[in-house]
């Protein structure tokens, strides 16, 4: 996965120890808005469509990742994330994603700036 691109082999492995993988079937809501965040996930295989107050928002894909938000910004989740399609997740809890973080500071940075990118796309237009 392109987040996960420049890891070391030691990083990789921390990653493999920590991460769980998840099948999720299609129409599932994997994160609802206003729940708390525990996990991060990455999807690997299928799609997922991200739903705020009913509006379509976005689509996501293998390698498109999501749960960061909450994690970082220590907020509820702000939207539905749901299968489009069956998928198939590579799954962190908050300390993990921690954890790995620490270890491996620009995969930190990417994490920070997709938080920041999509906290400006969330923004409503005065």
Request: charged fraction near 30%.
């Amino acid at each position: 996965m392109e987040l996960f691109a420049g890891l070391s082999r030691k990083q990789r492995r921390l990653l493999a120890m920590r991460a769980d993988e998840l099948d999720v079937p299609a129409g599932k809501v994997v994160c609802r808005m206003g729940t708390t965040a525990h996990e991060f996930f990455m999807i690997e295989d299928g799609t997922a469509k991200v739903v705020r107050d009913g509006q379509y928002l976005d689509e996501l894909g293998p390698g498109d990742f999501f749960g960061e938000m909450g994690l970082h910004e220590s907020e509820p989740r702000n939207a539905d994330v749901i299968a489009k399609t069956p998928l198939r997740l590579m799954v962190l809890s908050g300390p993990a994603l921690k954890e790995i973080e620490r270890e491996a500071p620009e995969l930190a940075r990417r994490i920070s700036r997709a938080v920041q990118q999509r906290r400006e796309w969330l923004e409503p237009v005065p």
